[in-house]
């Protein structure tokens, strides 16, 4: 999974469990809209809702599916479902009438807004219209997001026991509580341990990381007496913010400026005081609902950050298991010390060797070897990106035949289709369930298949039944 989808997964993933009504609040916020359009929707399905949206009759179904060529029906179908799942699209069906797709309201009259301008929504925020006293540039916003945002990585890395002493301020309470709300860090008397979903949350990349840790403030947000659609949509609209640029907290909500006391925490908005009417979002807040270059390397510099669409990597791996790693963050040092035996460290490398007992140690305390990989493949050093495939093939095997050495059973959580009354009535779904890539397992004799989506699946049989009624 790629970067972006990973970010997009999370906030899919929090939507998703959210009722119509919820939604239909989110979308009166042209600035919510626009973000949901931009980074939650695939590109096919955001041909669909450029070409409805100043079309002001439905779309009949049979020429939605006339625009894309039949081999691309897994594509469609995706598309469709999830502008379904997102309440985007409705589906409309008059006596008599075929069957035809509609935009919803508001999110249909909030893009258009978007897109053009006007009205005195401030949902793009309101830039203050009075210098600041003294003036913050990008460079201080850049140090001050760092800070605050290695403070808890700092915090979490120093619960590994991997023996490390790294630097920084720490997390502030709120952030420790936080992290504890989202069970990445878990309390056993006095002393924090991460836990194995804080092992993967360290393993992402900072967007991935920061959307993990807003969702998990979203959902304990009834706890703090704020309303989850104001705090969504305000990190929405933080994301549509000018770096450097002051705004007014004098039309933000309540919660909202509550929120920022919390988000100043964690580095995503900068507040001079809890008096002061004016914030500044951080590069961390401005990079929320974009596909820009996230921080690959934390202590690398946010100067660098979006210099380079694809970021720096730094590891080099040898098919002798040596590994290199051209940094001097005490923080990177010790996430790599979760899975790797170091043995040299240089003012601006460290080396060292993955072997048997490094990966074994790392996979008793919760990472798996998918996660290892996937870091290494992310930190690639540029000369590494020349290769395809970019890691040694036989050490991401051997990662993953010393994990299988522990473990016997894989779950996977997913939904099971059974008691289908003839083979011609199971064989469809499992096609298709196979064609939109869900399908897991099956068992033609007793009629049952797995999946780990079923939203799809079950929208396919239920429009079998209806034209096996309308057949009838």
């Avoid at 301008?117 to 850049?142: A, E, Y």
């Avoid at 490390?164 to 056993?188: D, E, F, I, Y």
């Avoid at 939904?415 to 289908?420: A, E, I, V």
Wanted: charged content about 20%.
């Amino acid at each position: 999974m790629s970067e972006s989808s990973l970010r997009s997964s999370q906030v899919f993933e929090y939507l998703e469990k959210q009722p119509g009504t919820v939604h239909k609040k989110l979308y009166r916020q042209p600035s919510t809209a626009l973000a949901i359009f931009r980074r939650m929707l695939p590109h096919l399905a955001k041909c669909f809702v450029m070409a409805m949206l100043y079309n002001s009759h439905p779309l009949l179904i049979t020429d939605l599916e006339a625009w894309v060529r039949p081999d691309s029906r897994r594509e469609r179908d995706h598309a469709v479902s999830l502008l379904d799942r997102l309440h985007i699209f409705t589906t409309t069906s008059e006596p008599g009438q075929p069957r035809a797709y509609t935009l919803t309201n508001p999110f249909a009259a909030s893009l258009r807004l978007a897109l053009t301008g006007g009205g005195n929504h401030h949902s793009f925020g309101v830039p203050c219209n009075t210098p600041d006293k003294h003036p913050i540039d990008i460079d201080f916003l850049d140090a001050f997001a760092r800070t605050q945002w290695e403070g808890i990585l700092h915090y979490m890395v120093g619960t590994t026991g991997t023996g490390l002493q790294v630097s920084g301020n720490g997390a502030t309470p709120s952030a420790k509580t936080l992290l504890q709300n989202g069970k990445l860090v878990g309390k056993h008397g006095s002393k924090a341990e991460i836990t194995k979903k804080g092992f993967s949350f360290l393993l992402q990349e900072v967007n991935a990381q920061v959307w993990a840790l807003l969702v998990i403030y979203l959902e304990t947000a009834d706890n703090l007496n704020m309303d989850p659609v104001e705090v969504l949509s305000f990190l929405f609209m933080l994301g549509s913010l000018e770096l450097g640029q002051d705004y007014s907290t004098r039309t933000l909500t309540s919660t909202q400026t509550q929120m920022l006391d919390d988000l100043s925490d964690y580095g995503i908005v900068y507040r001079r005081s809890q008096s002061s009417t004016r914030f500044y979002p951080t590069r961390l807040a401005t990079t929320l609902t974009s596909d820009a270059g996230a921080l690959r390397s934390v202590s690398a510099g946010f100067d660098s950050a979006l210099r380079s669409g694809d970021g720096k990597g730094f590891i080099v791996i040898e098919t002798n298991y040596r590994i290199y790693a051209y940094t001097s963050s005490p923080l990177q040092i010790a996430v790599m010390a979760l899975f790797t035996r170091l043995s040299t460290r240089y003012p601006n490398m460290v080396s060292g060797r993955i072997s048997r007992e490094s990966i074994r140690r790392a996979i008793s305390t919760g990472i798996t070897s998918d996660q290892i990989i996937t870091y290494l493949t992310t930190h690639a050093h540029p000369q590494m990106r020349k290769n395809t495939p970019i890691l040694p093939p036989t050490v991401v095997d051997q990662i993953r035949l010393w994990q299988i050495e522990g473990e016997r059973m894989k779950s996977t959580v997913g939904l099971l289709f059974k008691d289908f009354a003839t083979l011609e009535e199971y064989m469809a779904p499992c096609q298709y369930a196979e064609e939109i890539g869900v399908l897991v397992w099956k068992n033609e004799s007793k009629r049952m298949f797995f999946v780990t989506r079923h939203e799809q699946v079950a929208s396919f049989l239920k429009r079998n039944s209806k034209e096996a009624r309308k057949g009838a």
